[in-house]
């Protein structure tokens, strides 16, 4: 559902499935998004993201997604938790974050 969101939205994706695919797809094409599983293949997801909010790249847009029941683990890992399977509310966020709203109109009176 994410890929295909921002697919149609003329994004670019790339996945990766492990923590050293993430950290090395960070140093050649650095991304504006980042989607991290927190229970990716080897549960690494929280340590990638604290990782990276310690890094160069720290200001990268991060959303994690989880199976966990822990509503504490977004201060863990500092991004946006959505919860699965549902992931309420993750594609309007994306939404919003590929097409902001529009700057207010002023009034030329």
Known sequence: MLMELAIEEG???RCVTTEAEAAAALHTEPPGL???DLDMA??????FLRTLRRSPHRNI???AVTATNDMMIAVSVDA??????A???MAEAMSRLFR???PPATDSA
């Open 80 to 85: 946006p938790v959505f919860f699965k399977p």
């Open 11 to 13: 994004y670019g994706i």
């Open 100 to 102: 902001p709203d529009p």
């Open 34 to 36: 980042v989607v991290a």
């Open 61 to 63: 847009v991060c959303f």
């Open 42 to 47: 080897t549960r690494a997801g929280g340590k």
């Open 87 to 89: 992931l309420e509310g």
